[in-house]
């Protein structure tokens, strides 16, 4: 396991909630996808307003939560290498208490942002004496205070309300679920050298790829075709995105379509995403992305929906999707293959159904 500081922790403008912050220590735990690491961010911007707030995340979360002022220490897990076994798990955990040991603070509070029993157990071998989880999680044996996770409520709350274990009636206030990335400038002088000249023009950025492949809507190249005669179209997304982003490029004249596949680092891509006009994109990674960056967002579901709580939450935000089948939902993540072989979730929502509703969010009010 590696440690990393972050930036200066920052003065709190709120009375702190328990105690001074010297006497408080705070760990959040998120090991699990990008998407739920953004979504951890309010968590951690609250826990901030208490004191010092350090975050155990894997090496792929890390570059996420680059650059955040309201963490102390990232604590990078290498579950998947390095770190891997019952060896590594002990010796992460070995590492966090020795770091306890060495502040004089009277409450340790671990805040199990990721609930597989392995995360809890690292909480509790790390010296973190209250542990705080989800009441359904599979580490909850390992948590002292249990949250019931709320399924009515979007997935940014139900870890926004993980602060909060014994007020089950809390509400959060405005803004307090916006979660919050910080792009430096290096960051923003990778956008610029990828733009180039389109830094300053106006374009709709499309996210077309997924890790889940019933995820991934087919017709983003018919999508594209219809909004280049207006919109300048830029395509985002990881290495693996490149060969649909060849698709895309082939359906539009050079002039209007910019390919940004696997050129940039994940908080370039949501510096990207933030000077876009509008985001497309699948119920994938780059939605909360744009969330972070307030990037208005057309997130197109097929086996998934959004009650699960995954939907965009940036200003002027719309779903695509096929309301009435009746087979959909069929899995909480996307299957790998249509359950009952048609994909009809996805292949029946038409590039112009979809271009309809981004004409919708463009010509909304503020």
């Known amino acids: 396991m590696t440690a990393t500081p972050?930036?200066?922790?920052?003065?709190?403008?709120?009375?702190?909630?328990?105690?001074?912050?010297?006497?408080?220590?705070?760990?959040?735990?998120?090991?699990?996808f990008l998407g739920d690491t953004v979504l951890t961010t309010p968590l951690i911007t609250e826990l901030a307003m208490r004191g010092p707030v350090d975050v155990l995340t894997t090496p792929a979360g890390a570059p996420v939560l680059a650059n955040n002022p309201h963490i102390r220490t990232l604590h990078i897990y290498d579950k998947r290498g390095a770190d891997a076994g019952a060896a590594g798990m002990?010796?992460?955990?070995?590492?966090?208490?020795?770091?306890?040991?060495?502040?004089?603070?009277?409450?340790?509070?671990?805040?199990?942002?990721?609930?597989?029993l392995r995360s809890a157990a690292i909480a509790a071998l790390g010296g973190y004496g209250e542990r705080v989880g989800f009441a359904?999680?599979?580490?909850?044996?390992?948590?002292?205070?249990?949250?019931?996770?709320?399924?009515?409520?979007?997935?940014?709350?139900?870890?926004?309300?993980?602060?909060?274990?014994?007020?089950?009636?809390?509400?959060?206030?405005?803004?307090?679920?916006?979660?919050?990335?910080?792009?430096?400038?290096?960051?923003?002088?990778?956008?610029?050298?990828?733009?180039?000249?389109?830094?300053?023009?106006?374009?709709?950025?499309?996210?077309?790829?997924?890790?889940?492949?019933?995820?991934?809507?087919?017709?983003?190249?018919e999508l594209a075709a219809r909004l280049a005669p207006r919109w300048r179209v830029v395509i985002v997304g990881g290495p693996d995105d490149a060969e649909v982003a060849k698709e895309i490029v082939a359906a539009l004249p050079a002039a209007r379509v910019l390919d940004a596949t696997g050129r940039l680092s994940i908080l370039a891509s949501a510096e990207l995403i933030a000077r876009a006009q509008l985001l497309?994109?699948?119920?994938?990674?780059?939605?909360?992305?744009?969330?972070?960056?307030?990037?208005?967002?057309?997130?197109?579901?097929?086996p998934t929906v959004e009650r699960f709580g995954f939907g965009p939450l940036a200003p002027k935000s719309r779903i695509a999707e096929l309301p009435d089948l009746a087979c959909r939902p069929c899995h909480h993540h996307g299957p790998p293959s249509c359950p009952l072989s048609h994909w009809r979730c996805m292949r029946d929502l038409s590039a112009e159904a979809v271009a309809g509703i981004v004409q919708q969010s463009l010509n909304a009010e503020p």
Do not use: C
């Open 136 to 221: 359904d999680a599979a580490g909850r044996l390992f948590y002292t205070m249990r949250v019931a996770r709320r399924d009515d409520r979007h997935h940014a709350e139900r870890l926004w309300r993980l602060a909060f274990p014994s007020n089950p009636n809390v509400e959060p206030p405005d803004g307090a679920l916006r979660p919050r990335l910080y792009p430096s400038r290096k960051e923003r002088s990778e956008v610029d050298a990828v733009l180039g000249t389109w830094s300053r023009e106006l374009f709709i950025a499309l996210a077309p790829g997924s890790v889940w492949a019933t995820k991934r809507w087919p017709y983003y190249s």
């Open 90 to 116: 002990h010796r992460v955990a070995q590492a966090l208490r020795e770091g306890v040991r060495t502040q004089q603070v009277e409450h340790r509070i671990a805040y199990l942002a990721q609930g597989s």
């Open 6 to 32: 972050t930036a200066d922790f920052p003065a709190v403008k709120r009375q702190p909630i328990a105690g001074p912050p010297s006497a408080i220590d705070q760990l959040v735990i998120q090991t699990s």
């Open 280 to 302: 497309v994109t699948n119920d994938s990674s780059p939605q909360h992305l744009a969330s972070a960056m307030s990037t208005p967002t057309i997130t197109i579901f097929g």
